[in-house]
C-alpha cells in the first residue's frame, strides 16, 4: 500500500520526534488541504515543542491573518519577533514587523 503525503510525514515524526522540521512540514500540508483547524494545532505544537524554531511563527500568524483574527496574528508574530531578534535572525525578524505592518 502506498503511504500518502500525511502518513510519510507522520511516520518520520514517530521514528524522529526531536527534529521540528518535521512537525513543520505536517503543518504546512494541513495548509495545503485547508485545514486550519489542523494547521493551527500543528503550529501550536511546534511552538509548544520547539519554541525556537522561528518559522511556525510566520506561517501561524499569517493563517491567524487570513483568518481575519487579527489580535492572535500579531500576538504571534511579535512572540515570533522576540525569538528571532534573540536568535540575531535579523531577516526573519524583518519579515515578522512586514507582515504586522500589512496585517494589523
Not at 518520520?12 to 512537525?23: D, M, T, V
Not at 495548509?31 to 515543542?49: G, N
Not at 518559522?55 to 508574530?77: C, F, K, M, N
Amino acid at each position: 500500500m502506498t503511504m500518502n503525503r500525511r502518513e510519510i510525514i507522520l511516520k518520520e515524526i514517530e521514528n524522529q520526534p526531536e527534529n521540528p522540521l518535521n512537525y513543520y512540514l505536517l503543518a504546512l500540508e494541513d495548509r495545503r488541504e485547508s485545514d486550519w483547524v489542523a494547521c493551527i494545532a500543528s503550529l501550536q505544537l511546534l511552538i509548544q515543542r520547539f519554541p525556537d524554531y522561528h518559522p511556525s511563527y510566520y506561517v501561524l500568524a499569517e493563517i491567524h491573518y487570513q483568518l481575519d483574527q487579527i489580535d492572535e496574528g500579531t500576538r504571534i508574530a511579535k512572540k515570533g519577533m522576540e525569538i528571532t531578534k534573540g536568535l540575531q535572525l535579523m531577516k526573519a525578524y524583518h519579515e515578522l514587523v512586514q507582515l504586522v505592518e500589512l496585517n494589523d
